[in-house]
Nanobody, 119 residues
Framework: QVQLVESGGGLVQVGESLRLSCVAS????????MGWYRQAPGKPRELVAR???????DYADSAKGRFTISRETEKNAVYLQMNSLKPEDTGVYYC?????????????WGQGTQVTVSA
């Protein structure tokens, strides 16, 4: 059973930093992509940053220049360093891993970690 466990959320002030961590476990063989999504209250879930196929990294425009995604492949772990946080960064941050399964893919999600940025 694949599991994604996130940690590192919390309540911070504007301009401060947080580092989110996500570790995937449970018989993982091949990760196609892995990264972070965010869901603000009343809004749909959106991409923040992810490792796409190969070494390609996708960032949301709002994350460019402030957030950095990194990974430890051997640990099936991905991290999100968030600097210069703004109130609009508030939301539940979800880790996602897309795994190859036969000829297709399966998406797995963590339980989410709350990030609140107070003005």
């Amino acid at each position: 059973q694949v599991q994604l466990v996130e940690s590192g959320g919390g309540l911070v002030q504007v301009g401060e930093s947080l580092r989110l961590s996500c570790v995937a476990s449970g018989g993982i063989r091949s990760i196609s992509r892995m990264g972070w999504y965010r869901q603000a209250p009343g809004k749909p879930r959106e991409l923040v940053a992810r490792f796409a196929s190969g070494d390609v990294i996708d960032y949301a425009d709002s994350a460019k220049g402030r957030f950095t995604i990194s990974r430890e492949t051997e640990k099936n772990a991905v991290y999100l360093q968030m600097n210069s946080l703004k109130p609009e960064d508030t939301g539940v941050y979800y880790c996602n891993a897309r795994l190859r399964s036969g000829t297709g893919y399966l998406d797995y999600w963590g339980q989410g970690t709350q990030v609140t940025v107070s003005a």
